[in-house]
């Protein structure tokens, strides 16, 4: 007969081969249960046990490592448009991405299904991603952006201050586009072109901050331009925008100087008078003439200035004739010719002679070039002389003496007789 002792060591020898004879499912169950009955930590170190060592780089970080994600190195880094017009010169509004009802993420997303490297409470827990995929993916030879919903964006989308835009099924737009009328340019790494130069199929063309072509008076990183569609419009060489002057070249682009010359003062001169006398249409330079021959009186001066360094000289001349209301023939041309080559004209100041008091006396005029070639004589202070009361002295012909008592013959500066010009 077995001692009680004995049946005990029986019962735990049969109890264990029973164990081991278990199902391995069942014997998972059991652990199961067991974990879930435990604390915390317990679940935590399963938690770890079965993520182990695994530590992947989220794949927006892989593959902008790769050069796989739309970068900024081959474009401009754009500013996201703001709620502030970009106002033409004619004071209309131009259209803007945020008018498009575009949506904005904040930052790069992973897609479901890879590892991220995440904080657990011990710092360094790793977590299986089991969201949607979010962020920038590749399709092919074009990019997407999906949001929460794995759906690809269209229209307009301001990711990270910068604009894209997508077309009808999603995929990333670069180059010339045209929404809703207006033209856009994206850099090849999908950015939106604002502020900026960029090239056309003939000359640049400027957008502005909303991204659209620029037009009328604009501040650009060249400076100041005159712009029609984005193309610098040059095609009117004087404007006259907001009671201020502006000479522009072909380009566009503002002139530093409105004659040219560089000299403030001079400049601020012209501008007043042309701006408050002549205006700048089609009769401007006769009306020129009229206000430097009808305001200004004659004063006799004993010295002439010589005809090679006319530029440098004729500058003064003209300021002095303006500040003290009076001067000599080549003062009276100097502020003429200046008022007209800041029109547009091919004028220039001449000295040299004119028949007088029985033999010659030294003088100093305007001639203008017109567009053929045919030289004219715009002469003011021979105007105001009484010698030849009856002669017209603007825009007019190179006249000879001879029978005709009127006409004059104009010398240069070497005694030479000017030829007649047609």
Not at 173 to 198: K, N
Not at 280 to 294: F, L, M, N, P, T
Request: charged share 20%; glycine share 10%.
């Amino acid at each position: 007969m077995m001692s009680d002792k004995g049946k005990a060591c029986l019962v735990a020898v049969v109890t264990a081969f029973a164990l081991c004879a278990m199902p391995v499912a069942a014997l998972a169950d059991e652990a199961a249960d067991a974990v879930s009955s435990q604390p915390e930590a317990a679940v935590q170190a399963v938690t770890e046990a079965e993520q182990g060592d695994k530590d992947v780089a989220a794949p927006a970080e892989e593959a902008a490592a790769e050069g796989e994600t739309p970068s900024e190195e081959d474009g401009k880094d754009a500013v996201a448009p703001t709620n502030a017009e970009a106002t033409t010169e004619a004071g209309a509004a131009a259209d803007k991405p945020e008018d498009k009802g575009e949506v904005s993420a904040t930052a790069k997303e992973t897609p479901a299904g890879e590892t991220v490297a995440t904080d657990g409470e011990d710092g360094d827990e790793d977590v299986e991603s089991t969201e949607p995929t979010v962020g920038w993916v590749k399709d092919g030879l074009t990019w997407q952006y999906l949001d929460d919903a794995g759906a690809a964006k269209t229209g307009w989308f301001d990711w990270e201050g910068h604009w894209y835009l997508f077309d009808a099924n999603g995929q990333m737009l670069t180059g010339w586009q045209e929404v809703s009328g207006v033209r856009y340019y994206l850099y090849a790494s999908g950015v939106l072109a604002q502020g900026d130069w960029v090239a056309g199929t003939g000359q640049p063309t400027y957008l502005g901050d909303s991204g659209a072509p620029a037009s009328g008076l604009t501040e650009t990183p060249r400076g100041t331009y005159y712009l029609n569609d984005g193309l610098g419009d040059g095609s009117q060489r004087l404007r006259i925008i907001n009671s201020k002057l502006y000479r522009f070249e072909s380009s566009g682009a503002a002139a530093s100087s409105l004659t040219g010359t560089g000299n403030t003062q001079l400049d601020q001169i012209v501008e007043k008078i042309i701006l408050t006398k002549t205006g700048i249409g089609s009769d401007a330079a006769e009306k020129a003439y009229d206000y430097v021959r009808q305001n200004y009186s004659y004063a006799h001066m004993d010295t002439w200035p010589a005809q090679e360094t006319w530029e440098t000289w004729s500058q003064d001349y003209a300021i002095h004739m303006y500040t003290a209301g009076s001067g000599n023939c080549y003062r009276y041309a100097c502020l003429l010719t200046w008022i007209l080559r800041t029109l547009g004209y091919d004028a220039i100041v001449r000295v040299g002679w004119v028949p007088g008091y029985g033999g010659k006396i030294p003088h100093g005029w305007c001639e203008v070039t017109l567009a053929n070639g045919a030289k004219r004589v715009v002469d003011c202070s021979m105007a105001r002389n009484d010698m030849w009361p009856q002669m017209d002295w603007y825009m007019n012909t190179y006249k000879r003496t001879g029978s005709d008592p009127a006409h004059i013959i104009y010398y240069d500066y070497n005694n030479v007789e000017i030829a007649t010009y047609a």
